[in-house]
């Protein structure tokens, strides 16, 4: 299985880290890090934007729900029965985003193994299509500043804010004045975790294990921001600005 993934996700997206570096030897290795994690999440985002609008929908839908728990609580069967006429009536399937987001997963995964394993400077020639021929050099110091062959704690804590910023646009009201549903003491506390806790594990994994991983978070994280707030501007009206 793990041959399999190799060979299907993650030697092809590493193919195309080598043939950009190849191809724009003038950038250092952490712009085409940049460049290549921003083309790869425009080819993921017609999926991407499709999970954002289901999780969108399924947050505005949650105070109905709410209501719709209140009422049949008590019936499960009942409630099973009016949460599926809901969901018929404003045309919102829940699993679509849990959907979108499996099949992202994999690619996802294979980008992060890709900056984890990269082993640059040093280019896998094994690993390289014909078509692809390796860098003459690489250059590792991004923007004549960072050596991102090295641990960055600048690029780290970038990392954890920018994951930070992140969840919390994600997880904020889709509309001025909208109060938040109550949640449980679990639901409080996953959420809690969530929008600290992460963040912080970011920060150490972008720290511990490479600064190129960090650019990838960074990058991946500033374009999900980017998008978060294009999906609040044009599907619904009076958004927030986190």
């Known amino acids: 299985m ?10 092809p997206l590493y193919n ?8 724009l030897p003038f950038f250092d290795a952490g ?15 017609p999926l991407s934007i499709k999970a954002s ?3 969108l929908e399924m947050k505005n839908a949650e105070r109905d729900l709410a209501l719709l728990k209140d009422k049949y609580g008590e019936n499960k069967e009942e409630l099973a029965k009016k949460q599926f006429e809901y969901y018929k009536e404003k045309g919102i399937n829940p699993f679509a985003g849990i959907f979108i987001l499996i099949i992202q997963l994999p690619i996802l995964i294979g980008l992060y193994r890709v900056f984890l394993k990269s082993g640059l400077p040093a280019i896998n020639t094994t690993l390289l299509y014909s078509f692809v021929s390796a860098p003459v050099s ?7 500043l960072i050596n991102i062959s090295q641990k960055s704690v600048i690029l780290a804590v ?32 996953m959420s809690m975790q969530m929008k600290y806790f992460f963040p912080i594990l970011m920060t150490f994994i972008a720290y511990t294990i490479s600064s190129a991983v960090a ?6 994280n500033i374009f999900a921001i980017v998008q978060e707030m294009y999906i609040r501007k044009r599907y619904h009206k009076h958004t927030l600005v986190v």
């Open 2 to 11: 793990t041959s399999f993934f190799h060979l299907i996700i993650s030697e």
């Open 16 to 23: 195309g880290l080598v043939f950009l570096m190849d191809l």
């Open 31 to 45: 712009v085409i890090i940049i460049i290549f994690t921003i083309i790869v999440k425009f080819i993921m985002l």
């Open 53 to 55: 609008k289901s999780q």
């Open 138 to 144: 690489v250059d590792m110091v991004f923007l004549h």
């Open 158 to 189: 970038i990392a954890g804010i920018t994951t930070y910023i992140q969840i919390t646009l994600a997880s904020a009201p889709t509309t001025k004045g909208e109060k938040e549903v109550p949640q449980s003491d679990l639901q409080k506390a």
């Open 215 to 220: 650019l990838y978070l960074i990058t991946s």
